[in-house]
Nanobody, 128 residues
Framework: QWPAVESGGGLVQPGGSLRLSCTASGLTLGDYAIGWFRQDPGKEREGVSC????????NYADSVKGRFTISRDNAQNTVYLQMNNLKPEDTSVYFCAPTLGACSPYALTNPPPGAEYWGQGTQVTVSS
């Protein structure tokens, strides 16, 4: 089971901001390129952003470009997703998972298929 834990979600008004965190115990996140994905019930999982193991490469879904920023602090074993100017359509459950191969546009459209990578996630709700 992928041991990462997501946190930082919540209820925010449109135009607001949240910062999500992905941490892990017993696992060095710095060994992996990490992606943030989101999924609503009954819908397919959607790639939001990913970052290379050293932070050198980053990719974003078109829907979040210019609003979301991914970063990582390997010393703190944490990957972040700063979400600004949130919109109601950003409402979803957000997950972090290792990408298939390097961080790339392909990795965002191809989340890892195994159920072991998908835990509780963190709920983000954007509503007035």
């Amino acid at each position: 089971q992928w041991p990462a834990v997501e946190s930082g979600g919540g209820l925010v008004q449109p135009g607001g901001s949240l910062r999500l965190s992905c941490t892990a115990s017993g696992l060095t996140l710095g060994d992996y390129a990490i992606g943030w994905f989101r999924q609503d019930p009954g819908k397919e999982r959607e790639g939001v952003s990913c970052i290379g193991s050293t932070g050198g490469s980053k990719n974003y879904a078109d829907s979040v470009k210019g609003r979301f920023t991914i970063s990582r602090d390997n010393a703190q074993n944490t990957v972040y997703l700063q979400m600004n100017n949130l919109k109601p359509e950003d409402t979803s459950v957000y997950f972090c998972a290792p990408t298939l191969g390097a961080c790339s546009p392909y990795a965002l459209t191809n989340p890892p298929p195994g159920a072991e990578y998908w835990g509780q996630g963190t709920q983000v709700t954007v509503s007035s």
